[in-house]
């Protein structure tokens, strides 16, 4: 069955690897994310594939904007079925380099977008009785290691916010949270300590392809409706 799916941060990684996926699978995207030239660029990939895609700038940070990106969507299209919650930065760092900015900026798109956009869907799910949402985490929701304390804090807040959705919600909104190890993605770029990219690039030697995110998030809409695939942990093998 089609589903319209709204994919916030998707102009690139995880994001774009979604997109084009569930595009793939026969359900119509509609992308947001902050570089809408780029969103565009991946809106044309879709259509090329014979897939449908609509586009909207998006930051999520922004209550407003992500309420206005969801009511789009379902203006266009009399409805939507999934949020892919995907939007995410990663600027690690050690507490005591206090990039407080850094800090901000985690907790605003990390925590404030999710909630962002839970608030925007949730009265339309509601009102449909059906829906699904799917929060891509981290496997730095479960461990914590240096330089990521807080962006575990924001990932395990993440984790912890789609839990008590799930638990709260009519059992006819479901609740997916994906939580993936290394993957090839940007989110390496948004570190400005240099001491922590150098550390990072030797962790970083081992990644999936953003594409197996994509397939478990896939999987997990794919289910039937009684059916709740509540949370996937994918990372390489080679992670520890």
Do not use: W
């Given at each position: 069955m089609s589903k319209v799916v709204a994919v916030t941060g998707a102009s690139?990684?995880?994001?774009e690897a979604a997109a084009l996926r569930l595009a793939a699978d026969g359900h119509h995207v509609v992308l947001g994310a902050r570089r809408e030239d780029r969103l565009t660029s991946v809106a044309?990939?879709?259509?090329?594939?014979?897939?449908?895609?609509?586009?909207?700038?998006?930051?999520?940070t922004d209550r407003h904007d992500t309420a206005a990106f969801v009511d789009a969507a379902v203006n266009?299209?009399?409805?939507?079925?999934?949020?892919?919650?995907?939007?995410?930065?990663?600027p690690l760092s050690p507490l005591s380099a206090l990039l407080v900015d850094d800090w901000d900026r985690m907790i605003d798109v990390n925590v404030r977008g999710l909630l962002h956009g839970i608030a925007a869907a949730?009265?339309?799910?509601?009102?449909?009785?059906?829906g699904h949402f799917v929060t891509v985490a981290s496997i730095a929701a479960h461990a914590?290691?240096?330089?990521?304390?807080?962006?575990?804090?924001t990932k395990h807040a993440a984790w912890a916010i789609s839990e008590g959705l799930r638990q709260e919600a009519d059992p006819s909104i479901r609740v997916t949270t994906i939580s993936?190890?290394?993957?090839?993605?940007?989110?390496?770029?948004?570190?400005?300590?240099?001491?922590?990219q150098a550390r990072i690039?030797?962790?970083r030697a081992n990644t999936i392809p953003a594409g197996?995110?994509?397939?478990?998030?896939?999987?997990?809409?794919?289910?039937?409706?009684?059916?709740?695939?509540n949370e996937i942990v994918i990372r390489p093998a080679r992670q520890r």
């Open positions: 690139s990684g995880i994001g044309e990939k879709i259509r090329a594939a014979g897939g449908s895609a609509d586009v909207r700038r998006l930051d999520v266009a299209h009399g409805r939507i079925d999934v949020v892919v919650n995907n939007a995410g930065v990663m949730l009265p339309h799910f509601q009102r449909q009785g059906s914590v290691s240096p330089t990521a304390a807080v962006y575990s804090a993936p190890g290394v993957v090839e993605s940007e989110l390496a770029e948004t570190i400005t300590d240099p001491a922590t690039a030797t962790y197996a995110i994509a397939d478990a998030i896939a999987y997990a809409i794919a289910q039937p409706a009684d059916v709740d695939v």
